[in-house]
């Protein structure tokens, strides 16, 4: 498996947290003054429009059907969006998942930037998308283009030291550094630790490097007591081996 950390699921490793608590001396009693703000940190692996390096992958990385969703001029965004939600919904396919247009490959974006992208739940196939599409296209929706992805799913976690759960989240939000690497993110305060969901395009190690640095400062500790760990069970994709091959599952367009 390719992944060099994979840590534990963020839920068992906050019960075991727990435990721990009760063990350090510090506590949170005393709240640790706010460090200056960090410069963001420099990405070297940064892939542009190309799928990241990643060797966070198996059960963090998942294969899934994406659509890009073209306005019609004048459009309003949202209704198409909350529109595809409901059919979704009453058509069987369940949840759609916003996401950042940087899921697609490469060679979509070169033509298409969709101010709409909407990733379907898992199992569903890019040709399951397509006939969706064809029979809910929103009447306000010009073009759409369906396509397979990868995507990262997956939630960090941290125990803080010396700062409570709510002053970690005060503070990695004032330095920005998950904004810049993560673009989205849902950050939820447990009563023991901090957790950050993200699920979007894949993420590089660099930039799972930096975010695992900024909660890390943010929580008086250090990076590797930051856990990485999958959202949902199975297998994955694991990509040690290479990338696998999405294009045999050809992307359908329509207008």
Do not use: C
């Not at 659509?67 to 965004?77: C, Q, S, T, Y």
């Not at 397979?148 to 799913?153: A, Q």
């Not at 950050?196 to 250090?222: C, H, K, N, P, W």
Request: charged letters at 20%.
């Amino acid at each position: 498996m390719g992944a060099r950390f994979r840590g534990v699921g963020y839920t068992l490793a906050l019960l075991l947290v727990a435990f721990a608590v009760a063990a350090w001396s510090g506590g949170w009693f005393g709240t640790a003054p706010v460090e200056t703000p960090a410069e963001a940190a420099t990405i070297s692996d940064d892939a542009g429009d190309e799928l990241a390096t990643t060797t966070f992958d198996g059960p963090m990385v998942r294969k899934r059907a994406a659509i890009a969703v073209h306005p019609a001029k004048g459009a309003d965004r949202a209704h198409i969006a909350a529109e595809l939600r409901a059919a979704a919904k009453s058509d069987g396919l369940g949840e759609l998942s916003d996401a950042t247009f940087a899921v697609f490959s490469a060679d979509m974006l070169k033509y298409l930037v969709p101010e709409v992208t909407l990733v379907l739940p898992e199992g569903v196939t890019v040709q399951r998308a397509g006939a969706f599409m064809r029979d809910h296209q929103p009447a306000d929706v010009a073009f759409f283009v369906t396509q397979t992805v990868l995507v990262h799913d997956i939630t960090f976690a941290v125990m803080p030291n010396g700062v409570t759960p709510a002053e970690a989240a005060k503070r990695q939000d004032a330095e920005g550094i998950l904004s810049d690497s993560l673009n989205h993110y849902v950050t939820s305060v447990q009563p023991a630790g901090l957790t950050v969901r993200y699920f979007g395009a894949l993420l590089s190690d660099g930039q799972i490097g930096a975010v695992r640095e900024a909660m890390a400062r943010a929580s008086g500790t250090s990076a590797d007591r930051v856990t990485v760990s999958a959202n949902g069970p199975g297998p994955g994709v694991e990509l040690s081996g290479g990338v696998p091959d999405l294009d045999d599952e050809s992307g359908h367009s329509g207008h």
